[in-house]
């Protein structure tokens, strides 16, 4: 399993907490909702207390409606009283290229901080190691 490290996070996390986290963004990939786009998407978002809450993208038939998996993570997460993390797995079935975080999920992850560690993967389990503060 490769890691590529793009960047150094703060405190980066062990690698079998990564793994971990990598295979619970692949299996959330599993309940996407992606009929028009047939584009699975799968987020596992670790929280500072270590609770692990996953999402994936829902879509709609009114196309700006649907929801990335990343953001439905932090939504279900805030939800829950969650509002510091550690970092976020997200997971796709690109083999060609690492899964990233579109625009609007890189600001609704900046509104929860700087500090915390973006792992974008391939359907092998491969990541690539990125933080927000880069973009
Ligand atoms: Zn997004």
């Not at 829902?58 to 439905?72: K, P, Q």
């Not at 901080?113 to 391939?122: E, I, N, R």
Request: proline share 4%.
């Amino acid at each position: 399993m490769d890691q590529v490290k793009l960047s150094g996070g703060v405190m980066p996390l062990p690698q079998e907490t990564v793994e971990k986290l990598i295979q619970q963004s692949q299996e959330a990939k599993k309940q996407a909702y992606c009929p028009y786009s047939k584009f699975r998407v799968g987020a596992a978002l670790l929280t500072k207390d270590d609770s692990v809450i996953t999402g994936c993208n829902v879509e709609n038939a009114c196309y700006n409606l649907g929801v990335c998996a990343e953001r439905n993570a932090i939504a279900k997460a805030v939800s829950e009283g969650h509002r510091s993390f550690k970092a976020i797995a997200i997971a796709s079935d690109m083999t060609d290229t690492f899964i990233s975080p579109c625009g609007g999920c890189r600001q609704f992850m900046r509104e929860f901080g700087l500090h915390w560690d973006v792992y974008m993967s391939k359907p092998d389990g491969s990541t690539c190691f990125d933080i927000p503060t880069e973009y």
